[in-house]
C-alpha cells in the first residue's frame, strides 16, 4: 500500500480503502517527539603544523595566551553633547584582555582533529507521544533509505565538509592548499587508504555533488565513504567512526580561531575585563598537560548540519544553512530561509503535521535515486531530504510552552 495510503486513517484506527473513508480522518502529529542524533561528533583539537624540506612533520598543541588590549573607543556618539564627547575622550584608551591564539613562527599550518560516529537512531524516535503518527514516520524512513536516502545523505554530509565548513572563521585566512582527510577510525575498517580532498577550489555556495567534487579528491574513494556512512545510517552495517583531520595553510605566526567561551550578561557586568575567552582542552605532551585549544563538539556538529542549500530551500540569498526546523542562521538571522511566513520555504513543523505531503513525496522517489535526479526537481520537492535530515540530526521536536496558559494560571492565584 502506498505511503500517503498510510498517511490517512477513519474513526476506527483502521487503514482507510475507499476514497470516501480517506477523507474522515489524518493521522495527528504528537505534541512532542525526540530523537537521538544518528550523527555524533567530537571536538576538535587544533594543532600546529611545522614541514621540513625533506617533508617531515612537526605537530604541535596549538594554545592561547592572554593579554592586555590598547585600542581607540569605536561606539556611537548618538545623543551626546558636546561637552560629553570631550569628556568622553579625554581618556581615549580602551584597555581590554582576551585571549589570543597564533601559530608559532617557524610554522605555516594550522591542523584539526576529530572523530565523527554514525548510527542508525533515527530510525525510530526516542520517545513519542503519538505512536500512530511515529509508527508511520518509522515505516517511511525505511522507504526513503530503501530507495537510497541514506546514501544520499551521507555523501551530502561528505560534499558540505569539502566546502571547508568546517574551517569556520579559519577558512577566509587560508591560502594555498587546504585539505581534508577523511578514514575509517576503527581497526579493520574497508577503506584502506585515507580519503583525501583538496578544498580550496571546492565551490562554497552550494553543497557540490560528486562529480564537481571527484577532480579535486587526490587520494581514496568518496564513494567508498558514502557507502560506509550508508550503511551506519540504514542499520544495515555497526556504529562507523570516522577520523577526520582538516588543515589550512595560513602563514607562519598568524593567527587562528579556536571556539570562544560563551558568557551570559550577568558575568560580563561583574567582570567588565573578562573579555575573549578561548576553549580549550587539557592533554598531556610528553611529560606534562598543556591547555590546547579547539572547536567544540558543537561547532563541528553544525558544520557537518551545514547542507542545506539553495536546490533544498530555494533562497539564494540564504546560501548554505544548517539543518534546523526553521532553517534558522544564528550568526546571520536575516538569511533564514524557513521561518513559518508567507514566502519561505516549508520548515519541518509544516511538513510534520501534513505527514501526507512527505508521504507523498517519498513515493514519488524513483527506486535508487540519485543526486541527477534531486537537482532536476522543484525545491518544494526536496523538502523530503530536509524532513529526514532533521530527524538524522535528532532533537526535541515539541509544540512548546504555552506562554499565555501560564499568564492565566498566575492570574488566577
Known amino acids: 500500500m502506498p505511503l500517503v495510503k498510510n498517511a490517512i486513517t477513519v474513526e476506527n484506527g483502521k487503514n482507510a480503502d475507499t476514497p470516501d473513508e480517506v477523507t474522515e480522518k489524518k493521522v495527528a502529529p504528537p505534541p512532542m517527539v525526540t530523537y537521538i542524533k544518528s550523527i555524533v561528533a567530537d571536538r576538535a583539537l587544533l594543532s600546529s603544523v611545522e614541514f621540513s624540506e625533506t617533508g617531515k612533520e612537526t605537530v604541535l598543541p596549538l594554545t592561547k595566551s592572554r593579554r592586555k588590549v590598547r585600542s581607540s573607543k569605536r561606539h556611537r556618539m548618538q545623543g551626546k553633547t558636546l561637552a560629553e564627547i570631550d569628556e568622553e575622550f579625554v581618556t581615549p584608551v580602551n584597555l581590554h ?9 617557524e610554522a605555516d599550518t594550522f591542523r584539526g582533529t576529530t572523530s565523527i560516529k554514525f548510527t542508525n537512531s533515527w530510525l ?11 509508527n508511520l514516520v518509522a515505516s517511511m524512513t525505511r522507504a526513503y533509505i530503501d530507495k537510497g536516502g541514506a546514501h544520499y545523505l551521507g555523501s551530502r554530509i561528505v560534499s558540505g565538509l569539502a566546502t571547508g565548513s568546517i574551517f569556520w572563521r579559519n577558512r577566509l585566512g587560508t591560502d594555498k ?15 584502506g587508504a585515507p580519503t583525501v580532498i583538496e578544498c580550496d577550489r571546492v565551490r562554497r555556495d552550494v553543497i557540490p555533488t560528486f562529480a564537481e567534487l571527484e577532480p579535486h579528491v587526490i587520494e581514496g574513494d568518496i564513494h567508498a565513504v558514502a557507502d560506509e556512512i550508508a550503511g551506519a545510517l540504514s542499520g544495515d552495517r555497526g556504529t562507523l567512526c570516522l577520523d577526520v583531520s582538516f588543515e589550512g595553510y595560513v602563514g607562519r605566526g598568524q593567527a587562528i580561531y579556536p571556539s570562544e567561551v560563551l558568557h551570559n550578561t550577568e558575568e560580563k557586568e561583574k567582570d567588565k575585563d573578562k573579555g575573549r575567552e ?9 611529560g606534562d598537560y598543556v591547555e590546547q585549544v579547539i572547536f567544540t563538539s558543537d561547532k563541528i556538529g553544525n558544520a557537518i548540519r551545514r547542507i542545506d542549500d539553495i536546490t533544498w530551500h530555494g533562497n539564494p540569498a540564504a546560501g548554505i544553512l544548517p539543518v534546523e526546523p526553521y532553517g534558522v542562521n544564528l550568526n546571520e538571522p536575516e538569511k533564514s530561509a524557513r521561518l513559518p511566513k508567507p514566502g519561505y520555504a516549508s520548515n519541518f513543523y509544516a511538513l510534520f503535521d501534513n505527514i501526507e505531503r512527505v508521504a507523498a513525496l517519498v513515493d514519488a522517489l524513483p527506486e535508487k535515486f540519485t543526486e541527477d535526479y534531486v537537482l532536476c526537481q522543484d525545491p518544494s520537492d526536496n523538502d523530503v531530504h530536509f524532513f529526514f535530515a532533521n530527524l538524522l540530526f535528532g532533537g526535541i521536536f515539541s509544540t512548546g510552552k504555552d506562554k499565555n496558559k501560564k499568564s492565566k494560571a498566575k492570574a488566577k492565584k
Open 97 to 105: 584582555s582576551g585571549d589570543f591564539c597564533n601559530l608559532p613562527p
Open 124 to 134: 525510530r524516535p526516542n520517545s513519542t507521544d503519538g505512536m500512530a503518527h511515529s
Open 177 to 191: 592548499i587546504i585539505t581534508l582527510r577523511v578514514s575509517d577510525g576503527i581497526r579493520g575498517g574497508k577503506f
Open 278 to 286: 578561548y576553549q580549550t582542552a587539557r592533554v598531556r605532551l610528553g
